[in-house]
Structure formats: structure tokens, C-alpha cells
């Protein structure tokens, strides 16, 4: 295997850098794969069907798994259709973690993870054009995990994911575009604190802040120029990169249209 080989995030499938210490999209920190999990038989198209019992004797299931080890099991119950959570499992594949544990059945003894960091995780299967209701519903909880727990890095990743997604259904979704904007801007509140957790727990410069990136393009678009400037040269403040890069070119390509107009 080569150093510049893709790798990708056993936990939710996203792509990685070999260096990276944790996952991009989820946080997670699991060990990175050479290749992308395998979609299932139901994500390819094929019918499946789950063997529940059914008839007088049925009762509410038991949540057990990763879902029940973090008591949300009535959560998980209440959200979802039975129909939607057997698509949830079966689209569900991850390539890390241990093998007889999956998201609602087996016993899990002890995870660094958290209840947020599983649920972006869990979204990010889920992010397509025919599955973003579900992603936003998973990430409705994950955000209220996230606030009410203490780890700033919980979320950094959640705003970020919820920024992807809705910012990907603006234009079919009533109310997305204005939602991308206030997760842009939630990310960003908390990016001085994201920034320094990350030099404390990966002894590392953190990657760049989607928020920022976002809002950047999207007040560019509007014409906005003076609001854009202002978010560019907070990122760049802050210590956060644009993507792969620094701010300049972009900062001078919009300095450069401001003066057109």
C-alpha cells in the first residue's frame, strides 16, 4: 500500500488522509481502511426482509447495541418507522468496531465514543438525495447530545455535518438554506474552543471549519462582499484553513469582484 493510497473511516465510510488522527465527518477515531465499505443488499436494490416476530405475542423491542448502549432506544423508536429503521441497519455498514455488535443488537463493554459522535457518524450513511429526512432527523438528536454534553468537539462535528446536509437540500427543502446558514454560524461560535481541544487531543493543527467555508461561498453568491471579507479573515484569525489551503485566494478573488461592482 502506497502512502497516498485513498483511505477511508471504518466508522461511517468518509474518505481520509493517511496521517489524519480522527475522521473528518464523524470525529471518530478508528483505524482507517483501504477501501469503502460494501454497500448492502438493500442499498444495491434488493429486496430484503428483517425477521421480526410479529402477530398477537409482539411486543416493543429491546434496543440493544450501539444505539441501546447510549440510551437511545426510545429515541430510536419513536423517530423512525419500522420500515425505516430496518433500512437504517441494513444501509448501516461500517468496517470498524466489534464484530457481533451492530446498532441495536449486542452488548457493547466500553467505547470512547459518544452518543453525538455516533449519531454523525451513523447520518453520514445517509446523505443522499432520497435519504437526507433521515440524516436530519438522526442529526436533530445528535445536536441536542452535543449541547448537552461537555466536549466542544461533539459539536464542531455535528454543525459541520448538519451544514453539508442542509445546505445540500436548499433548493427542494423549505427552510434548509436558512438552517445551513445558522450551522455555519454555530460552528464558527465555538471554533476558538474547537480549534485549541484540537491541539490539545491530536497534538495537531485541526482541519478547516466547514462553517466558515460556507458561509464565505454563500455571502459571496448574494453579493455580499463586505460579509464575506469579514468571515475570511475570521477564519484566517481563528488559524483555521479554507479546505486544503489558506484564505488568500480566495480573499483576493473577492476583494477583486467587490471592486467590480
Known sequence: ???????????????????????????????????????????????????????????????????????????????????????IEEKHSPMGGLPDVTLTQGNIGGTSQTAAGLLVGLSSWFVGPGDRHLALRILEKAEAEAEAGSDILDRYFVYSQMVKVYYAERETRPGAFEAAITACEKQIAVGPQAFAAFRSKYGEAPPSMLGFTQLAIIREKQGDYAEALRVCHEAERQGWRDGKADWSKRIARIEKRAAKA
Open 1 to 87: 500500500m502506497t502512502d497516498n493510497a485513498t483511505m477511508y473511516c471504518a466508522e461511517c465510510g468518509a474518505r481520509m488522509g493517511r496521517k489524519q488522527s480522527c475522521c473528518p465527518t464523524c470525529g471518530a477515531e478508528v483505524a482507517n481502511v483501504s477501501a469503502p465499505p460494501k454497500p448492502t443488499a438493500r442499498a444495491k436494490g434488493v429486496a430484503t426482509r428483517r425477521r421480526t416476530p410479529m402477530g398477537i405475542f409482539s411486543h416493543t423491542p429491546k434496543v440493544g447495541g450501539k444505539i441501546g448502549h447510549f440510551g437511545l432506544g426510545d429515541w430510536w423508536l419513536a423517530t423512525f418507522t419500522p420500515a425505516e429503521r430496518d433500512y
